[in-house]
C-alpha cells in the first residue's frame, strides 16, 4: 500500500490551496486526511467513506471540502479562506475494510503574511 500526496506550500491568510493523495494497493472503506500542528497531536481534518458521507473538524467545516474518486483511488482537500491556525503538516490516510490505518508522507502547510 503506498499513499502519495501532493500539494501543501506556503499561502497567505485568507487564500486557498489543494491538496491530493493517490493510493494503490487496496480499496479504501475510509479516505481523508489528518493534521498536526507543532507540539500538539495528530487531529482529524475531513474523511469520506466510499459511499461518500463526509466528516470534518469543526473548525474547518464551511472553509474546506474533501473530494474522492473511488475509480482512481484518490482524495484531494480543498482549503478555502485558510487561516494561520491552519498551519501544519497535513498527512493522507486511508483505512481499509478491516481498519487499518495507512499513512503518507506529511505535506506542509504554511500560512502567514
Known amino acids: 500500500v503506498q499513499l502519495q500526496a501532493s500539494g501543501g506550500g506556503l499561502v497567505q491568510p485568507g487564500g486557498s490551496l489543494r491538496l491530493s493523495c493517490a493510493a494503490s494497493g487496496s480499496i479504501f472503506s475510509i479516505m481523508g486526511w489528518y493534521r498536526q500542528a507543532p507540539g500538539k497531536q495528530r487531529d482529524l481534518v475531513a474523511v469520506?467513506?466510499?459511499?461518500?458521507?463526509?466528516n470534518y473538524a469543526d473548525s474547518v467545516k464551511g472553509r474546506f471540502t474533501i473530494s474522492r474518486d473511488n475509480a482512481k483511488n484518490t482524495v484531494s482537500l480543498q482549503m478555502n479562506s485558510l487561516k494561520p491556525e491552519d498551519t501544519a503538516v497535513y498527512y493522507c490516510?486511508?483505512?481499509?475494510?478491516?481498519?487499518?490505518?495507512?499513512w503518507g508522507k506529511g505535506t506542509q502547510v504554511t500560512v502567514s503574511s
Open positions: 469520506m467513506s466510499l459511499n461518500g458521507n463526509t
Open positions: 490516510n486511508a483505512q481499509n475494510m478491516y481498519r487499518m490505518d495507512y
